[in-house]
């Protein structure tokens, strides 16, 4: 059987052809995503450029996933931000959506007119366990209601409130739906519900991106978050199948042109001693998305982060042709470095700091307490210090001359006692990018997606295939 996958991303639309009877990929290509008339457009001129590399190819099924939409853009509001409102971020997160802004408490009048201005197209409104604390949900979604632009309310939040809620919602005409609490006692979380909501919802709008409808139609099953697919191959590589190991503990990095996304497999526990961890328990799967550190749409913010004067220094490469290759390639997203240019060089210093950044974010910190018995810790979020792998995703990384040091940005330094990042991790790259495509495949052949994960992910540490 041949099996054709396609990532429709917001740059790129990259196809993966696969022989499930060889088990092998026959051919991979890319062509730069038509979101502005069409997105058919795109997928053909891979599927041709596709055609021509692997003969006559013709595949039997077609599976696919899309952030051509953009992303899914999505506020999230909970009850104090350590609880609830961390819950609602996790949730959204892990679904493939985008988050924005995550409020806590009950909403002012000044963040009404922040969330205006957002235009999300989702909104997870929790708050509250289980017979608990009805007040802030119930006043949020009223002054939800007022907020005059259109979205999407998915509600995980005290079930007790849950009558009050669809009336107060039924009568605004806004667009809602109630599910499981995300965190129906204190400190448990119940995530799965609501991010299943949320990927309905985002399927239903990445749909609407143009062309998609005619491609969905071509699919046998339904188009999927391209970051749900990324997810789902990291867990498959690290827990494996029943019939196959998988490489434990790992960390992925996939650095695109919106945003850049963190995946990390691991329970995350402390690795030093005399440590206390404050907040939720961390999810084993775990991802999160920064909006604002992506290489094309969302360059500018990612820059504004960086130190010019000493990023400028680093390189030997004056100011000013920093800023004007970002410059260029904010008018022009479909651009690429041309190789052992000083614009490559650019490209792979920003994209080192993309990582560190990310991953700083997505890491859990630890903070020193003095005790009359002594010096102790707290750890909030995920220690990820023991883990052994880190992988990279993206296209920067892929055709860098150096990938290696572009993932040095998610090792912890000597000086940094804050962040609890990879100590001393190997580095493995998705060389044919087909991370997306293998999560695809794994749905219904989760032993051949493995195999090929294995066989094609470059370890940079032997620079030969990690079997």
Not at 173 to 195: D, H, Q, S, W, Y
Not at 288 to 316: H, I, N, Q, W
Not at 413 to 429: M, R, S, T
Request: with cysteine.
């Amino acid at each position: 059987m041949n099996i054709l996958t396609a990532d429709i991303g917001s740059t790129y639309t990259k196809l993966t052809a696969i022989d499930t009877a060889k088990k092998e990929i026959v051919a991979t290509s890319s062509a730069f995503t038509t979101i502005d008339t069409n997105v058919e457009e795109g997928f053909t001129a891979a599927y041709n450029k596709l055609k021509r590399q692997a003969g006559a190819f013709r595949y039997d099924e077609l599976l696919c996933c899309s952030s051509a939409a953009g992303g899914l853009k999505m506020v999230s509001l909970g009850l104090v931000p350590e609880l609830t409102a961390k819950a609602a971020k996790l949730a959204a997160a892990s679904a493939g959506a985008k988050v924005v802004k995550t409020y806590a408490f009950e909403i002012s009048q000044a963040e009404q007119a922040e969330i205006f201005d957002i235009r999300p197209d989702l909104v997870l409104l929790c708050g509250g366990t289980d017979g608990g604390n009805k007040e802030v949900i119930l006043a949020n979604a009223r002054r939800l209601c007022q907020v005059g632009c259109p979205f999407t309310v998915v509600v995980a939040g005290n079930k007790c409130a849950s009558f009050e809620l669809e009336e107060i919602f039924r009568a605004s005409g806004k667009p809602f739906v109630i599910t499981e609490n995300v965190m129906p006692e204190f400190n448990r979380l119940n995530i799965e519900p609501a991010r299943r909501k949320i990927k309905e919802l985002f399927i239903s709008r990445i749909i609407e991106a143009k062309g998609l409808s005619r491609i969905q139609e071509m699919c046998k099953t339904d188009i999927i978050p391209t970051p749900l697919a990324v997810l789902n191959a990291c867990e498959l590589l690290s827990k494996g199948t029943k019939n196959m190991p998988g490489l434990g503990d790992l960390l992925a990095v996939d650095i695109g042109g919106a945003t850049t996304d963190v995946y990390s497999i691991s329970d995350g526990r402390p690795t030093l001693e005399n440590v206390t961890v404050k907040g939720l328990p961390e999810p084993i799967s775990k991802r999160t998305v920064e909006g604002d550190l992506g290489m094309r749409y969302s360059l500018p913010s990612l820059v504004d982060e960086l130190d010019l004067d000493a990023f400028s220094k680093e390189l030997s490469i004056d100011r000013s042709e920093v800023i004007g290759w970002v410059s260029t390639c904010t008018q022009h997203p479909g651009l690429l470095a041309e190789a052992e240019s000083r614009e490559q060089k650019i490209e792979e210093l920003i994209a080192r700091n993309a990582v560190k950044i990310a991953v700083e974010r997505h890491a859990g910190t630890y903070q020193p307490v003095y005790t009359p018995f002594g010096q102790v810790y707290t750890l909030t979020g995920k220690d990820l210090a023991a883990i052994p792998f880190v992988i990279g995703i993206g296209g920067v990384v892929i055709n860098a001359r150096r990938p290696h040091a572009i993932l040095e940005g998610a090792k912890r330094q000597p000086d940094d006692h804050v962040f609890a990042k990879p100590e001393q991790p190997g580095y493995l790259i998705d060389k044919k990018y087909i991370f997306a495509s293998m999560g695809l495949l794994g749905s219904a052949y989760p032993d051949l997606a493995l195999e090929l994960m294995k066989k094609e992910t470059i370890n940079l540490t032997h620079y030969g295939n990690f079997q």
